[in-house]
């Protein structure tokens, strides 16, 4: 018998050994007040070492020019609802891009773009330095399974946890490698 008969016999014999039925699988997932949800998110955006603000919808568009700073060239894909004077050009020359969110995860902090209006391509929110982000308190939801749901599993997604960064290099943290190294998230009080 070859090395291979042996493990694969072995397998076989384990699974016919196994207990079939099926094992409950419990689902105590942590929950959020939904009073708490916008706070926790807030919260959680800053520990992943993004910029936070907070305004009224009144306010967003001087938000959104603070947010971009010194930025000289700002991509802004169709559908975004401030008017922020984005140029044209390939998408390796913009300095920051602004786009709006799906919706944003109280428990980790974590923006989630479908994709849809506001948000263009994937690549747009990987590609320039300074990727600053919109999203409504309404948007928020209590944990990932709350997510989960809410998502059509059709579209394509992108879900964010602070800005990129990497500690593959002798674990020393590298922001800016794999996307943008600067996350600044508008949460809009409705």
């Known amino acids: ?34 009073a708490d949800v916008v706070e926790l998110f807030a919260e959680r955006v800053v520990d992943y070492r993004a910029a936070l603000t907070r305004c009224t919808t009144a306010e967003l568009p001087g938000a959104v020019r603070a947010a971009l700073g010194t930025a ?21 020359e913009f300095d920051a891009v602004v786009t709006t969110a799906a919706l944003g995860i109280a428990t980790t902090g974590t923006i989630v773009l479908d994709h849809g209006p506001g948000q263009g391509r994937r ?13 409504r308190e309404d948007q928020i939801v209590p944990g990932v399974p709350q997510a ?28 800016g490698v794999h996307g943008p190294r600067t996350l600044h998230v508008i949460v809009v009080a409705d």
Do not use: N
């Open 148 to 175: 989960v749901a809410a998502l059509d599993p059709a579209r394509p997604q992108t879900w964010i946890s602070g800005p990129s960064a990497t500690s593959d290099i002798e674990l020393t943290r590298v922001e």
């Open 72 to 92: 000289r060239k700002v991509l802004v894909p169709e559908g975004f609802p401030v008017d922020v004077g984005g140029g044209e050009g390939e998408l390796a």
């Open 1 to 34: 018998m070859t090395a291979r008969e042996e493990i694969l016999a072995a397998v076989r014999g384990a699974l016919r050994d196994a207990d079939r039925a099926e094992a409950a699988v419990p689902r105590g997932y942590r929950s959020v007040a939904a």
């Open 123 to 135: 690549a747009l929110s990987l590609v320039p330095d300074v990727h600053v982000c919109v999203v």
